[in-house]
């Protein structure tokens, strides 16, 4: 009798990122399965990037980082094929973005995207990739509040979606959810709500997606709530979350705890703001620590790697040298050979023999140097580990360090009760204290006074543009802008703007009304 042939892997794969969107709890266990009885190098790499996934919905960013970046013992960068490189560097674009840091996450993809060979290439799995990577750069956009550009990179992630799959499926219906977002944030709200009336419908019929189901009430809700219809808005927020109330999706939670929150708040029925906001701090808390702690961690693990890519290159440098010496070295003794067989008597021999003998030494000269610029980079190294850093960042330095913190500033990660100057260093990729020097020389003020002015302006700004904020408590306003109390906001806002957050408020209603 002949054996079944196994599934192939292309419909295993999908059948787990399927498994993504409707339960990350059963997604981890099949996929789990199936690492551990392939032992192809580049399968393990997807399967342990859609386990990653599945541990960053449930808000548990270390592990989603740790599966992520696990190697086998056996393998080395030489023997990875070049779609699972391009994999490699979505992951770890994805994983930055996952952790907030989406200046990192734009840069990596922008890379990739630069090469033209790639862009057109025929193979599914990398046209896949490339979807997933156009994604992640109008995530990127949106963040930055760049809506057009967001659409326009959305454009091109449908693009390459033209396989026939449940994971092509599901990346479509995303783009569409995100692209009525970008709308709403355009100001087209009714075209926003016809896309999602229509996705909401396809994902419905087809039922296997409770992920996308959740996704697509929650943006929704988002559209009455800017049509100040709060209670409709409550009644999708409801219907949506009743999807996921059972299932680890905490990182989609915390967003409907807020959106309750701020919905209860602008109908002033206080008792049910309290409740949500409640669940919404205790959950925030606990995801921020945990993405801090993701945060530590790839932070060292990218160091570790290009500690480990560096020595990796100039070892090869060495053997490369090496070989070259010897094979140099049989070409001169051979034509050496050949000189003493044919003309032992020739007076120019001796000539022809120390010219080889200079070329020998020069070989070695060469070897010699590039080990001692091995050796001095690495005490370079050392060095600047370990001596204090008394000078002054140079003017160059100083405005690529201002760049980043212009670029920064448009994330609104300022916002965010745990910001730190160490926080601030991982996702600008500078040092603390030339982040420190540049801020304190440049703005005029330390770390602290720079971040609260951050908060003030961008909370200033939203009750100026958005009427629904006029009607928030000031204590929801201190909370959204990332203080710690209600008093400590008073006292920031009105150390800036020099009136209180109330008359702040009462002062733009009456320019309103007149």
């Given amino acids: 009798m002949r054996g079944q042939t196994p599934p192939d892997f292309g419909i295993l794969t999908d059948r787990a990122f399927q498994k993504l969107y409707q339960n990350p709890e059963d997604c981890i266990s099949y996929s789990q399965t199936l690492l551990i009885s392939d032992k192809t190098p580049e399968h393990k790499i997807i399967l342990r990037k ?22 086998d013992d056996d393998s080395t960068n030489e023997k990875l094929s070049a779609f699972a490189q391009l994999y490699g560097d979505y992951n770890l674009a994805d994983q930055y973005q996952n952790l907030g840091l989406y200046g990192q996450s734009k840069k990596i993809i922008a890379g990739i995207l630069a090469d033209p060979k790639l862009l057109i290439s025929k193979n599914t799995k990398v046209r ?7 994604q992640l750069q109008a995530i990127n956009s949106g963040v930055n509040r760049n809506f057009k550009l967001a659409l326009e990179d959305l454009d091109k992630s449908d693009i390459y979606l033209d396989s026939k799959n449940e994971e092509n499926t599901i990346i479509k219906q995303e783009n569409i959810i995100f692209r009525a977002n970008f709308l709403m944030r355009l100001n087209k709200p009714e075209e926003a709500k016809k896309l999602l009336d229509k996705v909401t419908n396809e994902i419905i019929s087809n039922g296997k997606s409770t992920f996308l189901i959740a996704f697509a009430y929650e943006s929704t809700s ?12 409550i009644s999708y927020l409801e219907k949506g979350y009743s ?35 409640n669940l919404y701090t205790n959950l925030k808390t606990k995801l921020d620590a945990n993405k801090k702690e993701g945060i530590q961690y790839i932070v060292k693990l990218v160091e570790t790697y290009n500690k480990k890519n ?5 070892q090869k440098k060495i053997r490369q040298l090496r070989n070259t010496t010897i094979i140099v070295l049989f070409f001169i003794l051979g034509i050496s050979g050949y000189f003493l067989y044919g003309s032992r008597r020739s007076k120019d021999l001796k000539k022809q023999l120390a010219f080889f003998e200079k070329q020998i030494e020069r070989e070695r000269s060469v070897q010699l140097h590039a080990e001692k610029v091995r050796d001095d980079i690495k005490k370079e190294k050392d060095q600047k580990n370990t001596e204090k850093e008394v000078s002054k960042v140079s003017k160059e330095k100083e405005d690529e360090i201002l760049q980043k913190l212009e670029e920064w500033e448009m994330s609104a990660n300022f916002l965010n009760k745990n910001m730190s100057i160490s926080i601030l260093s991982a996702q600008t990729e500078v040092n603390t204290k030339y982040l420190s020097e540049v801020i304190n020389s440049n703005k005029g003020k330390n770390f602290n006074a720079y971040i609260n002015e951050l908060r003030i302006d961008h909370i200033a700004s939203l009750l100026k543009k958005d009427p629904a904020f006029l009607n928030y408590k000031v204590s929801y306003l201190a909370e959204y802008s990332g203080f710690s109390s209600h008093g400590a906001f008073t006292n920031v806002f009105k150390s800036i703007t020099g009136m209180s957050p109330n008359q702040y408020i009462q002062e733009i209603i009456k320019n309103k009304r007149s």
């Fill in 310 to 314: 560096f020595e990796f290159q100039e």
């Fill in 50 to 71: 859609i386990i990653s996934q599945a541990y960053a919905m449930q808000g548990n960013y270390v592990q989603s980082v740790t599966i992520s970046h696990q190697k």
């Fill in 222 to 233: 988002r559209y009455f709530f800017l049509k100040e219809d709060y209670k409709t808005a």
């Fill in 128 to 134: 896949m990739t490339l979807a997933k990577l156009y």
């Fill in 243 to 277: 999807k996921i109330e059972d299932l680890p999706y905490n990182d989609m939670k915390i967003i409907y705890y807020d959106l309750f929150s701020k919905n209860y708040l602008a109908l002033n029925n206080d008792e049910r703001y309290h409740y949500y906001n």
